[in-house]
Nanobody, 126 residues
Framework: QVQLVESGGGSVQAGGSLRLSCAAYGYTYAGRCMGWFRQAPGKEREGVAFIYVGSGSTYYADSVKGRFTISQDNAKDQVYLQMNSLKSEDTAMYYC???????????????????WGQGTQVTVSS
């Protein structure tokens, strides 16, 4: 049974930084796409940043390019999201998600992800 456990959310002022972590447990083979979605109250869930575990290929939403960086630590089976220059519009619940796959194509398609973390709140005050 695959489990994803997130940590690192919190409250920060605009312009600040936060780092989210997602620890993965129970994978039976390595090929998978992992990343982060977010959902603000009254808005649809949107893909933020993704990484193909192994190759390290990364994918970002336009709204976070240049500010957020996704990375992996294969030894610890963890994925990280470094968020810099945070804006009030980044306020949302952030969810780690993963799926077994050969690539991260269609990374913004949330129904294609079979495994989800419990979510961690990020609040940015202006």
């Amino acid at each position: 049974q695959v489990q994803l456990v997130e940590s690192g959310g919190g409250s920060v002022q605009a312009g600040g930084s936060l780092r989210l972590s997602c620890a993965a447990y129970g994978y039976t083979y390595a090929g998978r796409c992992m990343g982060w979605f977010r959902q603000a109250p009254g808005k649809e869930r949107e893909g933020v940043a993704f990484i193909y575990v192994g190759s390290g290929s990364t994918y970002y939403a336009d709204s976070v390019k240049g500010r957020f960086t996704i990375s992996q630590d294969n030894a610890k089976d963890q994925v990280y999201l470094q968020m810099n220059s945070l804006k009030s519009e980044d306020t949302a619940m952030y969810y780690c998600a993963a799926r077994y796959d050969n690539n991260c194509n269609r990374w913004g398609d949330s129904p294609s992800f079979a495994y989800w973390g419990q979510g961690t709140q990020v609040t940015v005050s202006s």
